[in-house]
């Protein structure tokens, strides 16, 4: 549920303020809309790393190499396992 803050930014700069393509002009947020969705930004992003692991550990246990995780990660395969071993 929004709070009025965020009802009154959404109404004022819509969904998405800015092109897709350019930077975020997170400066055109009140610091309180900003301190708001902080707490549901991080919440989001370790859902997102809680997802993540769960989808390595299940290619790990089906016996996909490192190198093809780090790959598919864009990153190499040391550091793949370095990061979710």
Not at 46 to 62: C, N
Not at 65 to 76: F, M, R, V
């Amino acid at each position: 549920m929004l709070t009025e803050v965020q009802r009154a930014e959404l109404e004022e700069h819509g969904p998405n303020p800015t092109p897709a393509r350019s930077k975020p002009r997170r400066d055109n947020y009140s610091e309180e809309y900003l301190l708001s969705v902080l707490a549901l930004s991080s919440a989001n992003a370790e859902a997102g790393s809680e997802l993540l692991r769960g989808y390595v550990d299940t290619l790990r246990k089906h016996d996909v190499p490192w190198a093809d995780i780090g790959q598919a990660l864009g990153i190499s395969r040391q550091a793949a396992w370095e990061r979710f071993r």
